[in-house]
């Protein structure tokens, strides 16, 4: 019943900042001047306009406009692309999703596996030559652009060594640059965290304790530190994974990948009002369900957080 009431408050929490947050931007995407019909060096006939903004109803007051938005927002019905409509926005979330998700996956996925190493040996050899070599990757990997990185693997793996595609999404070598370029910054900052956490816990009296009854290097760092020190993990790996999926903006366009955040890009560049709403309403529940998902998991990785705690936080 605890576990149900917290979920509950959360999910509430949740539904508010989701209005907030398609609130603020349907309002936004209004003050912009110009509309979704007035691009081109060729501007639309009056009529042709007036026709198209009756049949998305962009000549209704502006107001009213709003209300019908949320109407439809409460039914999960983000509508009709105004750039393409022969496609709602639901279309393009169902087709695009796929892409964004299995590249975002598979890059939070070598962030983590590298990351979480690359710290516990930073940590635990302190100053020396491996912490000093990784602390250069990880600024330079976090200081690149990822369309610096993109383009250096995509000359040298791609264009001059001839090892792997340059472009295009379907195939497991097509996969492999996007993945490695999406995934060096926040393996960097994973590496960041993890290490400043090991020091924290190494430094913690019942560590000291641990070492004084005689526990070993491997068990004081894996079975006495690795738990506790991976909380703060937790709580940077929620956000990043919604942010990987749906923000991937520049490393899907360089590499030409049919994802979310192409589809984002372009409905800013076209004006298209109801898929930039959409888009960032559907981005903004993924990100609160993760984030609500590690909470949760929180209290099973460490029994000592309880939910009432994390409530009062």
């Known amino acids: 019943m605890k576990y149900l009431k917290y979920i509950a408050k959360r999910l509430l929490l949740a539904i508010f900042v989701i209005f907030i947050i398609a ?101 635990s050899k302190q100053n020396g030559w491996a912490d000093n070599t990784i602390k250069v990757l990880t600024t330079l990997f976090i200081s690149l652009p990822s369309f610096v990185i993109a383009m250096a693997l995509m000359y040298f793996l791609g264009y001059k060594w001839g090892l792997l595609p340059i472009a295009r999404w379907g195939t497991v070598k097509q996969a492999i640059m996007p993945v490695i370029t999406l995934s060096l910054g926040p393996m960097a900052t994973i590496t960041k965290y993890m290490k400043s956490s090991m020091l924290e816990v190494l430094n913690a009296d019942y560590i000291r304790t641990a070492r004084a009854k005689g526990a070993g290097r491997f068990r004081v760092t894996f079975i006495h530190t690795l ?54 309403v559907f981005w903004s529940a993924l990100l609160i369900v993760v984030v609500l998902a590690i909470d949760i998991i929180y209290t099973f990785v460490d029994p000592r957080i309880s939910l009432a705690g994390a409530k009062e936080k």
């Open 23 to 123: 609130t603020f931007t349907f309002w936004l995407s209004r003050a912009i001047p110009g509309g979704p019909f007035d691009l081109g060096d060729k501007p639309l006939p009056a009529t042709v306009i007036a026709n198209l903004e009756h049949k998305y109803g962009l000549d209704k007051p502006v107001f009213q406009q709003y209300l019908i938005y949320m109407e439809n927002l409460i039914h999960l019905d983000f509508g009709v692309s105004m750039h393409d409509s022969a496609y709602t926005v639901n279309d393009y979330i169902r087709m695009k999703l796929p892409a964004s998700a299995t590249l975002g996956f598979f890059a939070l996925a070598l962030a983590v596996l590298l990351g979480i190493p690359m710290g516990i040996l930073s940590a």
């Open 227 to 280: 738990r506790n020190a991976l909380l703060p993990i937790l709580t940077i790996i929620g956000p990043m994974f919604a942010g990987i999926i749906c923000g991937s903006f520049v490393v899907e366009n360089i590499f030409a990948i049919p994802g979310l955040g192409q589809a984002f890009t372009n409905s800013i560049f076209n004006r298209d009002y109801t898929m930039i709403m959409g888009l960032t």
